[in-house]
């Protein structure tokens, strides 16, 4: 679902900025999902919480920080809902000057730029590296034996700053890469999010060259 969403934008006039977050609680079956943290774990378990649920569950659609959705909902359910979402205001997010320094390790440098935060709330900036594209052969657990393409896979999530009311952000961020990451399957997507896990408010995305 989240390929075709990446890949084929099916909101007119808005693109979907994804992200894949694989929680670590489905090691324990046999087979360990290299993609897996804990960090994503206890970031899904902070938005079961604020979203009143009283378990995790995979997989899951959380939209725009406010709403979540099981994957296995009718899909005209979940694009009708990620309309609703693209029809709320949003805060303008920029991504310029992305470069990747391939040292060892490798580092991305850009510079990330806000609008004036005109909401209710303060705000913080995170920044995402993901993977454009990876391909699993399960060994064990319930997927056992399957082969997933997962899309825009999150490698590493930092918090670059705050974004306080009546403020605009604009700092350059750095942020070190995996070893051994194909440079060419690298996306940085920025995001403004209310302290909470509160709503997100604006998003971009870009790819490195």
């Known amino acids: 679902m989240l390929e075709k969403l990446d890949t084929y934008q099916p909101i007119p006039g808005a693109q979907l900025v994804v992200l894949s977050e694989h929680v670590n609680y489905w090691d324990h079956d046999g087979w360990k999902d290299p993609n897996s ?3 994503l774990t206890d970031r899904q378990s902070s938005y079961e919480s604020a979203l009143g649920e009283e378990t995790s569950f ?6 725009d920080g406010t709403q979540q959705m099981r994957l296995d909902e009718r899909q005209e359910q979940i694009i009708r809902q990620f309309q609703k979402a693209a029809a709320d205001p949003k805060l303008t997010v920029r991504i310029s000057e992305l470069a990747i320094d391939g040292a060892n390790p490798p580092t991305l440098h850009a510079h990330i730029e806000t ?3 005109s909401g209710k709330h303060n705000a913080e900036v995170y920044v995402a590296i993901a993977l454009n594209r990876v391909e699993s052969q399960v060994l064990r657990g319930e997927n ?3 082969h997933l393409v997962h899309v ?3 490698q590493e999530l930092t918090r670059a700053g705050k974004l306080p009311k009546g403020k605009i952000f604009a700092q350059d961020v750095s942020v070190r ?3 051994g990451t194909d440079l060419k399957n690298v996306r940085l997507v920025a995001f403004v999010q209310e302290s909470g896990p509160g709503k997100v408010v604006g998003a971009a995305m870009r790819k490195a060259d």
């Open 144 to 146: 056992g034996g399957k």
């Open 177 to 179: 890469l995996k070893p």
């Open 58 to 63: 995979t997989p899951q659609i959380i939209i």
């Open 152 to 154: 825009a896979v999150v």
């Open 115 to 117: 609008d004036r935060n």
């Open 37 to 39: 943290s804990q960090a």
